[in-house]
Structures are given as structure tokens and as C-alpha cells.
């Protein structure tokens, strides 16, 4: 069975450039979650997808900041305009759905982002 | 508002040797779940153990167990005879409130086993 996919694994960029970041969970897997880890951290969940829909995204710096999940399948976070702080390890992660204690997630390599 | 901490940022054991990383969490919900995840420099996270909250039996995998004290507010890794690919990053977790399925991570701990 593949685990979640995710690109690329690594980005440098100038500030004020875009950026994006694509994840493909693992089949049948509708729940849907991109983290950020800064250095030396543990990872902060940004959003959460159930199915196509946003259902957690308290955490996602709107005014720079966007995700979709097109037919609840891909993913795709975006950062428009990238700023120093935003370097970090993005990850993704898909778990079959939600609404337990025992929620197991599986991660993908993430993309370590570094913005110059 | 939930929270965990691992106090340890370094650990160092001996190849074969146990070592316990620390884990202490705090939550007013009386149903949570406890994981341990493993991050290798390779970046993946991989999920180790699981422990309910209203699990009565500490919960064990292969080398893995996980020394739950409900009372203490405690769910302390034990990794038994350590091997050198044992060498990792390792992050302790927890439900957030509502069974959402969000995760809550500890800082983490950086354990380097010597040959």
C-alpha cells in the first residue's frame, strides 16, 4: 500500500514569492491534514479536510495562506506571498476519518521549505 | 487547553540498553487518546504506540511500550533494547478536545543511541 505522497520535498525561494505544496493521501483515506513544524518543534496542524470539505482551519494564516482538496482526493497549500517565517517542514497527513480518540495518522516526508 | 511536554530535548543510550523518554500531557477531557510518533532526519513521522485513556493495560509493540499513569498525567515511551536505528527524533501526542482528530505535539525528544 503507498504511503501519503507528497512535492516536492524540498523548496528555497525568495520572500514575496508564491509557493505550493502537494499531498496525495493514501486511498480511502478521507480525512486530510496539513501540519507545519518549525525547527526543533513538534508539528501544528493548519487545516483539516474531511473529504473536500475545510472543517479545521483555525489555524491557517488566511490573509497568506490557501488549500483546497479538489474531488476529496489531492491536495494542494499554497503561500502567497512566502515570508521568512514561513520556513518550516510542511507535512501532510490522511487517516481514514475522525470522531475517535484513536485517530491514527499516517505522514508523508513533508516539504522543508526555506525562504531566503 | 490541552498540552503536552517532554521535558528531555537529548537523550543518549547504550546500543541494547533500555531508555525512557518522558511524557506528561494535560487535558480536562475524560476520553483521549496518547500516541508516539518517530521522526527520523529522513522528516517522515511514524506512528510507534497507542494509548487510551480509559485503557487499563499499558500498551506494548515489539520494543515499544508506553508507561501510562492516568493519575500523574504520564505516558512515558520504553524502549527496550536499543539498536542504532533507534536513532531519531521522537514526539509525543494527543487527541484534541472533541474528537476531531487534531493532534497535539510535545516539543520533542532527540535520542542518539551509542554503539
Known amino acids: 500500500e503507498a504511503g501519503v505522497v507528497q512535492s516536492p520535498r524540498y523548496k528555497i525561494i525568495e520572500k514575496k514569492q508564491p509557493v505550493a505544496f502537494w499531498c496525495n493521501p493514501i486511498s480511502g483515506h478521507n480525512t ?35 488549500a483546497e482538496r479538489l474531488k476529496g482526493v489531492d491536495s494542494t497549500l499554497k503561500i502567497q506571498p512566502a515570508e521568512l517565517g514561513d520556513s518550516a517542514v510542511y507535512l501532510c497527513a490522511s487517516s481514514l476519518g475522525f470522531g475517535t480518540v484513536y485517530n491514527e495518522q499516517f505522514f508523508g516526508p513533508g516539504t522543508r521549505l526555506t525562504v531566503l | 487547553a490541552q498540552k503536552i511536554t517532554q521535558t528531555q ?16 500531557y494535560d487535558t480536562s477531557d475524560q476520553s483521549y487518546g496518547l500516541f508516539w510518533y518517530k521522526q527520523p532526519s529522513s522528516g517522515e513521522m511514524i506512528f510507534l504506540i497507542y494509548q487510551g485513556s480509559y485503557d487499563e493495560q ?28 533507534d536513532s531519531a527524533m521522537y514526539f509525543c501526542a494527543m487527541t484534541g478536545s472533541g474528537n476531531t482528530g487534531k493532534l497535539i505535539f510535545g516539543q520533542g525528544t532527540t535520542l542518539q543511541v551509542k554503539p
Open chain 2, 9 to 24: 530535548p537529548g537523550m543518549f543510550v547504550q546500543e541494547k540498553e533500555a531508555v525512557t523518554l518522558d511524557c506528561t
Open chain 1, 32 to 66: 486530510l491534514y496539513w501540519y507545519r513544524q518549525n525547527l526543533g518543534q513538534g508539528p501544528e496542524l493548519l487545516i483539516r479536510y474531511e473529504n473536500e470539505e475545510a472543517v479545521d482551519d483555525s489555524q491557517l494564516p488566511k490573509d497568506r495562506f490557501s
Open chain 2, 58 to 85: 499499558n500498551a506494548t509493540e515489539g520494543r515499544y511500550s508506553l508507561n501510562f499513569q492516568k493519575a500523574r498525567k504520564s505516558a512515558n515511551l520504553v524502549i527496550s533494547a536499543s539498536q542504532l536505528g
